[in-house]
């Protein structure tokens, strides 16, 4: 095992010393404040994030997704697939019909509350096509969860508004 570690380790190091060359030191997320629980439940207050992330398992989860995934460390990307994945069989109905409350939540959620007709308009065709897929029955929540993440995702950019999804 051990010796799978340092091949593994030894392979993979070529690759992270090219990507880190190509970024300034400190540009990425702040794991803290930018990665983990904190950052979902406390977007804008910084000082909350790092406080939540250090008492929730002394920032490990924050460290980690800021070094192995730094672009899910983003508050909106995960206060979206949150909702999307708490609310997953209420918003499926709302997407259904076009309308709703969870789908307006969800473009606020996005910051397309403006463009919210069109967001709910787009989903309903982007995730029409996901549920029409005969593999759609036998997928698990979480898949349907991710297909309705790109839905909106797709959506939410199509209309001009989050960018940062």
């Given amino acids: 095992m051990k010796k799978l570690l340092l091949t593994m380790a030894i392979v993979m190091m070529p690759l992270s010393i090219a990507s880190a ?14 990665c983990g629980i904190g950052a979902a439940i406390f977007q804008d207050l910084y000082w909350a994030a790092a406080t939540s992330n250090v ?3 002394l920032g490990t989860t924050a460290i980690t997704s800021a070094v192995a995934s730094p672009e899910t460390c983003n508050a909106k990307k995960m206060e979206t697939a949150s909702l999307i994945l708490e609310t997953l069989p209420e918003l499926e109905k709302d997407v259904a019909t076009g309308e709703g409350a969870y789908i307006v939540a969800l473009a606020d959620t996005m910051d397309c509350s403006s463009k919210a ?15 029409s897929n005969a593999s759609y029955g036998s997928k698990t ?3 349907r969860a991710m297909d309705m993440y790109s839905a909106a995702r797709d959506a939410a950019n199509a209309s001009g508004c989050g ?3």
């Fill in 163 to 165: 960018v940062d999804l």
């Fill in 21 to 34: 060359q190509d970024k300034v030191q400190g540009s990425g997320p702040n794991p803290y404040t930018d």
């Fill in 117 to 131: 007709e069109t967001v709910a308009a787009d989903m309903r065709a982007y995730y029409g096509s996901v549920v």
């Fill in 141 to 143: 929540e979480a898949e």
């Fill in 55 to 57: 008492i929730w398992d």
